[in-house]
């Protein structure tokens, strides 16, 4: 082997790809941005190892490297609100946190409904440290009322549609959006909560929204608008994606229309397999006030359990950065939404893996190649070929979450002060090292 | 140093007994002064009080400046009829404005719920809830037990009704919490839209029938039924309420002879309570706006950590 024909090696980790069923210790080789070979530890690869340069091997001994983990559910603020987020500083997270790739949501000002904000928004992502998948409006402003020119948008480049936020209220456009979207084979992704039956409502509706005197949304919000999307898919055919699924109804839903074999998948994120209700009366921390609201513990569990039986196809953080300035206030008048890129990997570690419902394999899966086949984006996998974009995890690091140590713009974050275990090291961008734990910020950064 | 186990008054859900009872029991030190002729303490002279209302009150808000200067203490208002984020300030800056005004009681009322807390956590004063959404009132509730407690020297083992809009009082909640906390047995009536979710677990017996909730109790608490709920499809009209849950002087005789009338106003006469109700004999609630000064000044002065005579 002629060693330098690779620019960088990964050595000494254990090397977990679900898509390749791989998991044991191994060495990635990466030459011109993309993955030369995996191969596991033996004397001529230890050979060929040691004839390159140092600055060429990166040592994971005790590490996880697993391929660049992909979140499919970010707000990334711009244009519009540069004082949460940009894309530089969201991308920025998403390295820290191991993310190699996010999608971004439309409901930015102005909105992501036309080619023209679609095309700014992979400009600005051009020199980020993550890619930047761009999800489209449904509709027009996002106002329910009309379709955005999808076409247009998939032209450009956008993976999927979504009016995140907002549930698509009226049958008659979910149902067009449904049937229009086939024509590109994308995916309409939804924030299933009816807005009738959720309107003014700033938790869940429970007995902790009944003691603390505070308007509810009720889980039947989120299982009666799922509950028509799956029929719409029934009769449409077309692909539907649940985002952030967040009740007991929901998980169970879902599990039935995926075997009556509907193109249907879905997303949870770490607050809502993590959280339950009962936190806000503590202290009316606003930073716990979400959309989907986070729920009582059975639907934590059945949140839990849709994330075990593979009802759920992909952990999504749901990073909605809202300025300090914005959560500081009263709870019922604070925005919804909590940043969550560099959190995920220790909650998912922490509160899924540890506690013995997912293994590695089944988490990074989540991570990797099911968002990747959902929205058919590059990566997801360390296949010989594919881009090198790739995550090293130090699985047994234990850490407090601390605001002062967020890249993300925003310190919106309700596990800020807790421990927790498993914290991502190194991400590699195309074979580029764009985020090293172990060396410190830039000046100015 | 407070007296009570905590420097504030936030709310009875979490209020130990021992508190209530010493609430209680100064209050009727202080109701005994509110008969003299000379209605003045000097107990919170130097101390400075401002009450911070960000909602419409006139009851509840002249009741507090009144026990306020009954003792002496430097009183000012400030009411926002709307929240200060629509203002334009932050409720942080307005916070930390009045803390630079070295004010040492806030008494605050508010729309959401949560709001005195988080006073508490920007600010050094004692600070007491006057209402936080449709979360708590403790005031309201600590009154409304002192009044039955006036009435039978007791409240353990009373049977007590709250009727009307469980969902959106904090009155109810607070008194439910505190009467509990005091060994009397509480009832709620209303109509099942305005019964909060999972109403059974805040451990009284629930009513959607008020004949039966009425049936072997002491004390019946009125609520206020407010129009704006019927708009909102809780109820389809006034009348249908009255006929379901209004009290008329028919429907007392399901009530225990000893039985006491309480409404905390303002009163709709003629939709949840008969005038004649009102005005009867067993009614108390003129009492309730008395003993209403006398708790706010247990409360104030208890929370203030003086001496009696102390300057």
């Known amino acids: ?445 | 140093m407070s007296r009570l186990s905590a420097p504030h008054l936030l709310g009875l859900e979490h209020a130990p007994r021992e508190d209530i009872s010493r609430i209680l029991e100064t209050s009727d030190t202080f109701r005994e002064v509110l008969d003299r002729t000379i209605k003045k303490l000097p107990t919170l002279r130097g101390i400075t009080v401002l009450n911070l209302f960000y909602e419409p009150s006139t009851r509840t808000r002249i009741s507090f400046e009144l026990a306020e200067k009954r003792l002496s203490a430097d009183t000012i208002s400030f009411t926002a009829s709307t929240s200060s984020v629509k203002k334009g300030e932050s409720l942080r800056d307005t916070v930390q404005n009045i803390e630079s005004m070295k004010i040492d009681m806030v008494v605050v009322r508010h729309s959401s719920p949560g709001v005195p807390y988080y006073l508490t956590q920007c600010m050094d004063a004692n600070v007491i809830n006057a209402g936080d959404g449709a979360h708590e009132h403790p005031t309201q509730a600590l009154l409304d037990m002192y009044t039955i407690y006036k009435r039978y020297g007791k409240l353990d083992g009373l049977r007590v009704v709250l009727v009307g809009d469980v969902k959106h009082s904090r009155v109810i909640r607070s008194n439910i919490w505190g009467l509990k906390t005091m060994g009397a047995s509480v009832a709620l009536c209303g109509p099942s839209t305005l019964l909060p979710y999972e109403v059974e677990r805040f451990g009284c017996d629930i009513y959607t029938n008020i004949d039966e909730a009425l049936d072997g109790a002491d004390v019946v608490n009125i609520m206020r039924i407010q129009l704006e709920r019927q708009q909102a499809g809780m109820f389809p009209s006034q009348r249908e309420y009255t006929n379901l849950f209004g009290i008329n002087r028919e429907r007392l005789k399901h009530l225990n002879r000893n039985y006491t009338i309480m409404h905390p106003g303002p009163m709709n006469r003629g939709v949840e309570i008969t005038s004649d109700v009102a005005d009867g004999d067993k009614s108390v609630i003129l009492e309730q706006v008395t003993n209403g000064q006398a708790v706010r000044m247990a409360v104030l002065y208890l929370l203030s950590g003086r001496e009696e005579g102390e300057q």
């Not at chain 1, 106002?143 to 076409?151: P, S, Y």
């Not at chain 1, 979910?174 to 299933?192: C, D, G, T, W």
């Not at chain 1, 089944?362 to 070929?385: C, H, Q, W, Y």
């Not at chain 1, 991502?424 to 090292?433: F, H, N």
């Open chain 1, 1 to 445: 082997m002629a060693s330098k024909m690779y620019d960088l090696v990964i050595k000494n980790g254990r090397v977990i790809d679900p898509a390749l069923g791989f998991g044991r210790e191994a060495a990635v080789f990466i030459k011109d941005g993309k993955i030369a070979r995996v191969e596991k530890a033996s004397a001529a690869v230890s050979r060929t190892i040691d004839k390159l340069d140092d600055d060429r091997v990166i040592d994971a001994t005790g590490h996880l490297v697993v391929p660049g983990l992909i979140d499919v559910h970010v707000h990334l603020r711009e244009p519009g609100r540069e004082d949460a987020e940009t894309i530089e500083t969201g991308c920025r997270a998403a390295a820290a946190g191991g993310f190699t790739a996010v999608c971004c949501m439309p409901n930015t000002t102005p909105r992501i409904d036309n080619q023209e904000t679609v095309k700014f928004v992979q400009d600005r992502a051009y020199t980020a440290d993550a890619r930047v998948y761009v999800f489209g409006a449904i509709t027009k402003d996002i106002a329910g009322t009309e379709l955005a020119e999808i076409g247009d948008l998939v032209k450009m480049g956008a993976v999927a549609i979504t009016d995140d936020g907002h549930y698509v209220q009226s049958p008659e456009i979910m149902r067009r959006a449904l049937e229009y979207s086939k024509m590109f084979n994308i995916p309409v992704a939804q924030h299933a909560e009816d807005g009738l039956l959720s309107a003014d409502g700033v938790m869940n509706e429970s007995f902790q929204s009944s003691r603390l005197g505070l308007t509810g949304r009720p889980a039947a919000a989120e299982e009666i608008a799922v509950l028509r999307d799956i029929a719409l898919c029934r009769m449409t055919g077309a692909r539907l994606h649940i985002q952030h699924v967040s009740a007991k109804g929901t998980v169970r839903a879902i599990r039935e229309a995926k075997k009556e074999g509907l193109p249907v998948t879905c997303e949870a994120t770490p607050h809502h397999f993590v959280l339950t209700d009962d936190e806000i009366g503590k202290e009316f921390n606003t930073n716990l006030r979400v959309n989907p609201p986070i729920r009582t513990a059975a639907d934590r569990d059945a949140v839990i359990k849709g994330l075990v039986d593979g009802t759920i196809d992909c952990i999504a953080s749901d990073h909605a950065p809202h300025s300090d300035e914005e959560k500081d206030c009263e709870f019922d008048l604070a925005p919804a939404g909590m940043i969550g890129l560099e959190t995920t990997v220790g909650l998912v570690k922490t509160h899924l893996i540890d506690r013995g419902y997912l293994d590695w394999g089944d988490a990074i899966r989540k991570m990797t190649i099911n968002p990747a086949s959902v929205f058919g984006l590059e990566g997801g996998t360390l296949a010989e070929g594919k881009i090198a974009d790739i995550t090293i995890i130090d699985p047994d690091k234990r850490w407090t979450v601390k605001a002062g140590e967020f890249r993300s713009r925003s310190k919106n974050s309700p596990f800020i002060g807790r421990r927790l275990k498993g914290r991502v090291v190194k991400t590699i961008l195309g074979g580029r090292v764009v985020f090293d734990r172990g060396v410190r910020r830039k000046k100015g950064q």
